[in-house]
């Protein structure tokens, strides 16, 4: 079946030092969408990717989809502490109505 | 708007009691989605809806029965609850097309003893 995996699982870094978080994907996606959860929040929507080797910036985040469309990437420069929580990739799940197929997550906590 | 509504935001059920979770949406999304959450493994996709009157299984549906009597209300049920169905329960709606983002309500957070 279908698997969308995520590295890595946590990841613990000193504020101002930047991050990265990679999605791999067992099989080729048509679009790719992140998302952030907040602690004890609910997952908000980030952004879509959706053409091959496309990279998007939102301010610090720059998000990347791959060329053969079975990775992305989440790369957030000198981090804040308003950026801790668990980023998820998610990409349609092959039934056709919208459905998304979540990744594991990546945890990521800042320490001040 | 309100968004994504979810009730209710706590609840301890024991062994073989029944609930039901209720989701409302003020957006006039067609598609809605129930999900839960478990540690270490992501949202999983219990199951959907595409319009009022019609609902599909997703992911992990065993256990789980919905009904959405309303394009506004989806609600999940669980006739008999065992301890493996304690989680984050998340609503979520869209729009009817694919590529469109996922609106997700605050959760309802289930134990089980």
């Known amino acids: 079946g279908q698997q969308v995996m995520q590295i890595p699982q946590y990841q613990h870094v000193q504020e101002g030092e930047d991050f990265t978080t990679y999605c791999n994907s067992s099989t080729t996606l048509s679009n790719i969408q992140w998302y952030k959860q907040r602690p004890g929040g609910h997952p908000v929507f980030l952004i879509q990717?959706?053409?091959?080797?496309e990279v998007k910036k939102q301010k610090r985040l720059t998000f990347q989809f791959g060329e053969a469309k079975k990775n992305s990437s989440l790369h957030i420069t000198a981090t804040q502490t308003t950026d801790v929580g668990t980023y998820f990739c998610?990409?349609?799940?092959?039934?056709?109505?919208?459905?998304?197929?979540f990744g594991t997550g990546t945890r990521l906590t800042v320490i001040p | 708007n309100a968004g994504v509504t979810q009730t209710p935001k706590f609840r301890v059920l024991k062994t073989g009691q029944s609930m039901t979770l209720l989701c409302a949406q003020d957006?006039?999304?067609?598609?809605m989605y129930w999900y839960r959450q478990d540690p270490g493994m992501g949202l999983r996709l219990i199951h959907y809806?595409?319009?009022?009157?019609?609902?599909a299984k997703g992911e992990v549906p065993d256990g789980y029965n919905v009904s959405r009597l309303k394009k506004q209300n989806f609600l999940l049920g669980l006739e008999s609850a065992a301890p493996s169905q304690t989680s984050v329960y998340f609503c979520?709606?869209?729009?009817?097309?694919?590529?469109?983002?996922?609106?997700f309500g605050p959760g309802t957070r289930l134990t089980v003893t």
């Open positions: 809806s595409v319009g009022e009157g019609t609902t």
């Open positions: 998610a990409g349609p799940d092959g039934t056709g109505a919208n459905n998304l197929f």
């Open positions: 990717l959706v053409k091959s080797g």
């Open positions: 979520a709606s869209s729009y009817e097309r694919e590529r469109y983002e996922q609106y």
């Open positions: 957006m006039n999304h067609e598609y």
